[in-house]
């Protein structure tokens, strides 16, 4: 039986807690404070996939492809999910993987933080190390990702507004919908 801890907050963290959403939702940074704030480890699946390739997930893109990509990025998520407990943010095409997802939703919580494309193009705004939106317009390929992920995103059992406000106050929000999800 793997470690688990409970939280005052009234829930308990048997497994694995697994952000997906699209580019700027927040998985990376909120995942980070989530990890500090449950006092677990915190993964980010593309820097695990940068380290394990030794170049950028831009780099992988431009000189292998996003099919290679997609394989590292698949057996990178199949490694970290392990039965411990643990905060992992994905990338956003992650979950839209069928075998991921299998993994994700049988051996993990799923958490999908669901923000407005507002919020989501003024956020990505902010860096540009994102090859799937470098050569074409953010707000167009976003608007693309959300018609069709969100369908599949919705799956999770956990789904938190990720809302222009302080990070802490979206931490805030995703321990809230995780108790509310064990009630
Ligand atoms: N409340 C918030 N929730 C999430 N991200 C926020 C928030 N406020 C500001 N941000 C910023 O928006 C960006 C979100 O990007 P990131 O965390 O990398 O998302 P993802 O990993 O889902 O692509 C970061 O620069 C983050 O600091
Ligand atoms: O949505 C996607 O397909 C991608 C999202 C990125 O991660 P973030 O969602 O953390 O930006 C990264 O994995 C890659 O650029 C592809
Ligand atoms: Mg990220």
């Known amino acids: ?58 780099e992988i893109f431009e000189k292998f492809g996003e099919a290679h990509f997609r394989d590292g990025e698949r057996r990178v998520i199949a490694r970290l999910i392990d039965g411990e407990p643990k905060v992992i943010a994905t990338g956003g095409g992650a979950f839209m ?47 693309e990702l959300a018609a069709v992920r969100n369908p599949i995103y919705a799956e999770a059992p956990v789904r938190v507004p990720s809302r222009a406000q302080p990070h802490e106050a979206s931490v805030d929000a995703i321990m809230e919908a995780l108790a509310n999800a064990q009630r």
């Open 1 to 58: 039986m793997s470690a688990h801890k409970t939280y005052t907050a009234g829930f308990k963290v048997d497994r694995p807690i697994v952000l997906i959403g699209l580019m700027g939702s927040g998985k990376s940074s909120l995942g980070r404070r989530l990890a500090v704030r449950l006092g677990l480890p915190f993964f980010d699946a593309d820097h695990e996939i940068e380290a394990a390739a030794g170049r950028t997930i831009s």
């Open 97 to 143: 993987n069928e075998e991921t997802r299998a993994l994700i939703l049988d051996k993990a919580i799923a958490v999908w933080l669901d923000a407005d494309i507002d919020t989501l193009v003024e956020r990505v705004g902010r860096r540009d190390h994102r090859p799937l939106l470098k050569n074409r317009d953010p707000r167009t390929v976003l608007s």
